[in-house]
């Protein structure tokens, strides 16, 4: 009986293979299930992004280092079985947490960094943990020597086929809930491997609770949305949309944040303003936002034609239960990237009498790539002669903040360097309007009343616009003294592609208004320092620079791969297959890397300082395509720079990383789990930090550019080691 | 690998220390947090600053102002909870004198007050600073920060008035962020102006003590008042005060005789439950009367509180009917086009006000009475 259990009970090799495979896969799937959940608790920032996904990577280097210790444990088995029933279970728990945080607060309050940072610990951590620490116990049990590399390349093949899995499949097909019932479904399966005869029932009746609660995934949703009754939720590449009604009324809703709501009638200048300038039968060119209201509104001009281009096709969609505004056949709608959409506009020699940009402020790195001097360039180029480009700021009724100010004054410095003749309209939202034509002797104010007059000639009636906005749009006081700070006032920064300065104004625009802007500097620091002061002592009582060396390849491996993102989107817009393909070329170099080194086992200590190498020479590659590669303008090199050199920095980045990773583990001559361990603690401690100081610090201050010269940086410390460790032999 | 002995690691830990802490020093300013804001230094020379009007000295150099309900102690060297009042030397300052952020010429409807003196103009000013912190604060610009930290111009309240004549605005209001914060300028400023013959108007959360409003009814001739809630667990969550003193002053407006009609900001899931706007309306009648004149505005998602859609307008028009049903004659909704601005009659049902936003469009009273059936219509009038 005994012998039979024990032969019952002793997993055989497959099984550990399949398991870390799993929770290769569970911690990439539920990690961007939970970043999600985040953006939508939290919001959709890159502070955001950056602290949750870095929170992420440091919990997991702790989990490994847990994991470690959890070796020593007598019954490893029993622990397999009992973090796979955990990460079944755990992410339902997260889920509502992060949907029952706004519930702590005052309520439709938007949280600050302060309570972003705390949420975010708290709900993160726990699963980040307990994943990776299953890792070294895992590998604990396979018998091989170089089992490190094993684990990894098992692991990354889990996480490869989870991070397709969500971008190409889950993502389009289930809600964030139905994501964790698979994987949660998944992990119970593998429990039931490990199980001891006495918790045989347990996964089974878990699995039974899971298939039962996906009622709870409305109830728990419905907190984010007081006073709402959701009609619509769905998941989309980009956001979570929801579709609510309060009462009669319509709202839309991005991650919690209404988008729009029946009755708002803010679209009117949005349409008319620029529309006066141009005749009727004008053609339209429309970026964001149409199926709100402004479509229609631009429809009492009677334009030639509308193409209006929109990234996310769900919100396409939802214009059946809006005001069906698409069905008209002077429209044609777009799904995709607006910049990219006048690219091709102008290669193709289309071009427009009137560009409306209906977007948010530039609020990420995407957003801001909408109000840079690159763009307003590539849309002066598909304007006529007269054509006019037109979009909104924040603004402020009576006096605008510091960073509200620098803001404006950065993006009327780009526009002012394309278009020569501005206009320039105070409100709560300020308006730009821009043309290469003269405005004549035209003021704002001035415009502003023609535009009453011309409506009238048109016979077009605004219920908003002419009575409420207007007197204030054409108040010549509110005017100069607008006019005064922003066109007039001290010199600021162009925003640019490279140099985002928009987006860093708003981020601190972001941050006071939330209550955070020290408070967020102290963190990043407190962080970072932590985690650098805590690897130098891990270092110093191991005496042993290798970690440091395979520190620094996670932290030069994760900026790497977030600048080359970040470089395709300012080149070639936002394109998500795209992206989610760089994303597994990522994840796929690092499994090719650790392979080859497997291969060629020989001269470990060359190998790892090769790839230091080759990570150094593609940062600087990396670093000249930047700077010089944004001005590419030929078909020929732009397609060769995105089929060709972005995918091969990727590829190349990630098999000099995973190379390394697993070159080390054959130098520190070791299987042991505490050595498994280490490494993944020094690369996922590298990566947290990359991400951390890349997304809070370095983008928004330095562009992409600086992130890559402190990969520079980091990277040239990393090779200084190896040079002294190659002389002491 | 050898560990090390453990005057080894002491040794390596202490090292990178001193090595974090060095690049934290030697890291330029600009990329490091600021440092805990010293306290600017203020001398009581300043034009822009003036003792304050109320406040008590008390031992040891402490002052307990007087201003308003905070009634906060203040220390030497340090400000009250609005941050505009610091205490030198044992003297109570406002740092709000004579330096307003914001100059504008609005219509009087915008304040709003819709029987007041309709179709004129009111030269608008505002000083930074509130005492309050209201979530969803549509001027947090200038609410939420000080004097001191703002652009300011430079507007004794001689020029205040001197403008005002020059843009012929029959009025002043003292608006846009907390006009109690700036009272010393504000009274100041009313006194001049009442005698070139200009109006005042009080824009203002309420939250001022009593004898400060005492005397500030000598110089204002129309209080725009906004009541948030009726329930004090909502003003403490939203607005960070309490509502009996908002009471009182609303109470003490109308028997001085100042021209008052409140506003009320509904917003979804907080003050739009019709049971306590029905309290609010039966309070208002009882203690201030029918005729006083209330605005219900739609909320729509502002500073901090961004993640509530806005009011429905249906919700709004309810509220209205809850608060004609309830005896009020004149009851308004804002921020909504074309709905519910129409001063009526309360005799003949009449519309003997219409406006186009915030334009006037046609006005039919005579010396205060409604032209069709004579009946006085409340309000401030030519």
């Known amino acids: 009986m005994c012998e039979r259990m024990e032969k019952m009970s002793l997993p055989k090799i497959p099984k550990i293979m399949i398991s870390l495979a799993v929770i290769g896969f569970s911690s990439v799937v539920t990690q961007l299930v939970l970043i999600r959940e985040g953006m939508a608790t939290f919001g959709g920032n890159e502070l955001v992004i950056g602290l949750g996904l870095g929170l992420w990577l440091l919990s997991s280097a702790s989990g490994a280092w847990l994991g470690i210790w959890l070796t020593k444990r007598k019954d490893p088995h029993h622990l397999l079985f009992l973090g796979h029933i955990l990460l079944a279970t755990i992410p339902f728990f997260q889920l509502a947490g992060f949907r029952a945080w706004p519930l702590l607060l005052v309520r439709g309050e938007i949280p600050g960094m302060g309570s972003s940072a705390v949420g975010l610990s708290m709900i993160l951590m726990p699963y980040a943990l307990i994943c990776a620490s299953l890792i070294p116990l895992a590998a604990s049990l396979l018998p091989w020597r170089d089992a490190p590399s094993a684990v990894y390349l098992i692991d990354l093949g889990g996480e490869i086929i989870g991070g397709l899995g969500f971008s190409f499949l889950f993502v389009y097909l289930l809600s964030h809930w139905g994501v964790m019932m698979v994987v949660g479904l998944g992990n119970l399966a593998l429990a039931m491997l490990f199980s001891s005869p006495r918790l045989r029932l347990l996964p089974p009746l878990l699995a039974t609770a899971i298939a039962l609660s996906l009622p709870l995934n409305l109830s728990t949703l419905s907190w984010q949305m007081p006073g709402q009754k959701i009609l619509l939720h769905k998941n989309t590449p980009f956001a979570q949309l929801s579709i609510t009604r309060s009462g009669q009324q319509l709202n839309v809703l991005s991650g919690g944040i209404p988008l729009f709501s029946s009755g708002d009638y803010r679209t009117e200048a949005l349409a008319h303003i620029p529309l006066i300038q141009v005749g009727e039968g004008a053609r339209v060119l429309l970026i964001g936002g149409g199926v709100f209201g402004t479509i229609l509104e631009i429809l009492k001009h009677n334009p030639s034609r509308i193409d209006y281009v929109e990234l996310d096709p769900v919100i396409l969609s939802m214009d059946r239960q809006i005001y069906r505004s698409l069905s008209r056949p002077s429209i044609h709608a777009h799904v995709g990237d607006g910049r990219l959409f006048i690219k091709k506009a102008r290669h193709a020699g289309i071009r427009y009498d009137c560009l409306i940009l209906d977007l948010p402020d530039p609020e990420n790195i995407y957003l801001n790539r909408f109000y840079t001097r690159e763009f307003f360039e590539e849309a002066r180029g598909i304007l006529t002669p007269g054509g006019v480009i037109f979009f909104t700021l924040t603004g402020a009724e009576n006096y605008l903040d510091p960073e509200g100010l620098a803001l404006n004054r950065s993006v009327y410095a780009a526009l002012g360097q394309v278009f020569d003749h501005i206009l320039l309209f105070p409100g709560e939202t300020h308006y730009f309007l821009a043309s290469s034509r003269s405005f004549g002797t035209a003021t704002a104010s001035w415009v502003g009343l023609e535009i009453k007059k011309r409506l009238a000639e048109r016979g077009i009636s605004t219920r908003w616009l002419v009575d409420y906005q207007l007197p204030e749009m054409t108040d010549p006081q509110r005017i100069e003294r607008l006019k005064k700070l922003v066109a007039e006032g001290s010199e600021e920064a162009a925003n640019s592609d490279l140099a985002p300065h928009a987006f860093r104004h708003l981020l601190n625009l972001w941050l006071k208004k939330t209550g955070g802007t020290e408070k967020i500097s102290w963190l990043i620091l407190a962080i970072v320092a932590f985690v650098a002061l805590s690897f130098c002592i891990l270092i110093a009582y191991q005496q042993d620079s290798l970690l440091g060396v395979t520190f620094s390849s996670g932290y030069t491996g994760i900026s790497l791969e977030l600048s080359l993102l970040f470089l395709f989107q300012t080149i070639f817009g936002y394109v998500y297959l795209w992206i989610s393909l760089f994303v597994t070329l990522f994840m796929i170099g690092l499994g090719s890397g650790a392979l080859a080194a497997r291969k060629w086992k020989n001269d470990p200590a060359r190998q790892t300082f090769i790839q230091d190498l080759v990570l150094f020479l593609l940062i600087s590659l990396a670093l000249w395509l930047t700077m010089f590669g944004r001005s590419l303008q030929a078909d020929t090199f732009l397609s060769i720079v995105q089929c060709g050199i972005i995918p091969v920095l990727i590829f190349g980045s990630a098999l000099a990383v995973g190379w390394q990773f697993v070159a080390v583990s054959h130098y520190l001559n070791g299987a042991t789990p505490r050595i498994t361990g280490q490494l993944y603690l020094a690369d996922l401690a590298g990566a947290s930090c990359g991400t951390i100081v890349t997304s809070l610090w370095l983008l928004p201050r330095f562009g992409i550019a600086g992130i890559l010269i402190s990969a520079a940086v980091v990277k040239s410390a990393s090779l200084l080691i190896l040079i002294r460790m190659r002389r002491r032999g | ?382």
């Not at chain 2, 009080?202 to 001022?208: A, E, H, L, Q, R």
């Not at chain 2, 209330?294 to 806005?310: D, E, G, M, Q, V």
């Open chain 2, 1 to 382: 690998m050898m560990n090390q002995t453990r005057r080894e690691f002491l040794k390596s830990s202490l090292w990178a220390f001193c090595g974090a802490h060095a690049l934290l020093s030697f890291l330029p300013p600009w990329l490091l947090p600021t440092a805990a804001l010293a306290e600017a230094s203020f001398d009581p020379k300043d034009p822009h600053l003036r003792e304050a009007y109320f406040y008590d000295r008390l031992e040891g150099g402490l002052t307990k102002c007087g201003t308003c309900p905070n009634s906060c102690l203040i220390k030497p060297g340090q400000r009250g909870k609005c941050k505009t009042r610091v205490n030198l030397s044992g003297k109570l300052y406002s740092i709000s004198y004579g330096n307003p952020c914001t100059v504008n010429v609005d219509p009087v409807e915008k304040k709003p007050l819709l029987h007041f003196y309709p179709g004129t103009l009111a030269f608008s000013l505002a000083v930074a600073g509130c005492n309050f912190h209201c979530l969803n604060c549509q001027n947090w610009e200038i609410s939420q920060t000080t004097p001191d930290k703002t652009q300011n111009f430079d507007l004794p309240p001689d020029q205040v008035v001197k403008l005002a004549k020059h843009y012929n605005c029959s009025s002043i209001a003292y608006t846009y962020s907390e006009a109690t914060t700036f009272y010393e300028y504000m009274v100041d400023i009313s006194t001049m102006a009442h005698k070139a013959g200009i109006k005042n108007i009080y824009v203002s959360n309420g939250y001022i003590s009593p004898p400060a409003l005492e005397r500030l009814c000598t110089v204002i001739d129309a209080g725009s008042i906004n009541l948030k809630s009726f329930s004090d667990d909502i003003y403490f969550k939203l607005n960070g005060g309490h509502l009996e003193p908002v009471l009182n002053t609303l109470k003490t407006l109308r028997r001085r005789g100042v021209w008052l009609e409140i506003i009320n900001l509904v917003i979804p899931t907080y003050t739009d439950d019709l049971e306590m706007i029905k309290r609010m309306c039966g309070w208002i009648v009882k203690n201030l009367g029918p005729d006083c004149p209330l605005h219900f505005s739609r909320f729509t998602p502002k500073y901090k509180l961004a993640k509530l859609p806005p009011t429905p307008v249906e919700i709004l028009q309810q509220a209205r009917e809850v608060g004609i049903r309830e005896g009020l004659h004149h009851v308004y909704i804002g921020n909504v086009p074309g709905m519910g601005e129409e001063v009526i009659c309360p005799g003949c049902r009449k519309v003997v006000i219409k406006r186009r936003g915030y334009t006037l469009v046609s006005l039919d009273l005579e010396n205060g009475k409604c032209r069709f059936c004579k009946q006085p219509v409340s309000g401030r009038w030519e």
